[in-house]
């Protein structure tokens, strides 16, 4: 299996500019997480999908930020608009249930300036 | 609610060295825990769990840990270290009181000086 890809692996930006980030799960796995890692916060969780339906997204910063999974096989993450505090290392990781061992993608490195 | 204190942020050891890495979680109740290590610009990959059964527990390149249900830890040992070991390291834990959502500490930098 390829694992949990994640495109792009760099972006960078301009502030006010939408970014997308894109996820493929690894497949026959029902659970996905989206996480933010910073220096000053560490590893944040921001939403999870349970069978493709949004189950906690608690933690997605605020109204700027939104989350897709239209299938089992892709998932998107949407900042509009981008501002320089989003900058971050943004991870995707999928699993066969929400106990089960998290694979992780190699992340997106987010800059925006 | 859950949480996970990882107790040192930063652990600088000499290569052939021992070295323990703390962790620390709260839970009234019975938890699910892992341990995750991120090599310089990748993912996070799994180390080891424990789900049931045997507190002590091994897993991939040598580590092990152990759970002590009195003491809520999840300590992660390994008798010698190489300097390809030097990563952070993430412990975390699931259980009903997050609705079973893992929730990670805040790392610890291991630094394995030759």
């Known amino acids: 299996d390829a694992g949990v890809i994640q495109s792009p692996r760099h972006e960078v930006t301009e502030m006010g500019q939408e970014v997308t980030l894109r996820c493929k799960p690894i497949?026959?796995?029902?659970?996905l997480f989206w996480y933010r890692q910073t220096m000053m916060r560490g590893l944040e969780l921001l939403i999870y999908?349970?069978?493709?339906?949004?189950?906690?997204d608690s933690g997605m910063p605020e109204d700027r930020f939104s989350a897709k999974m239209p299938n089992a096989s892709f998932s998107t993450l949407k900042i509009q608009p981008s501002e320089p505090r989003d900058s971050a290392v943004y991870f995707c990781?999928?699993?066969?249930?929400?106990?089960?061992?998290?694979?992780f993608g190699p992340g997106t490195r987010l800059t925006v300036l | 609610a859950q949480s996970v204190t990882q107790l040192d942020s930063q652990v600088p050891v000499f290569e052939e060295a021992p070295v323990e890495l703390r962790c620390n979680y709260s839970s009234s109740v019975s938890v699910y825990l892992f341990w995750y290590v991120q090599y310089p610009n990748q993912g996070l990959q799994l180390l080891l769990k424990?789900?049931?059964?045997?507190?002590l527990v091994k897993g991939i390149n040598g580590f092990e840990a152990e759970f002590n249900k009195s003491q809520t830890s999840f300590h992660l040992r390994k008798p010698s270290v190489h300097i390809s070991d030097t990563a952070e390291y993430f412990c975390a834990v699931s259980g009903p009181g997050g609705s079973y959502i893992p929730t990670f500490g805040r790392g610890t930098s291991l630094i394995v000086h030759p």
């Open positions: 999908f349970n069978n493709n339906v949004p189950i906690d």
């Open positions: 990781a999928s699993s066969l249930g929400r106990t089960d061992t998290q694979y």
């Open positions: 497949s026959g796995h029902n659970s």
């Open positions: 424990y789900l049931s059964g045997s507190t």
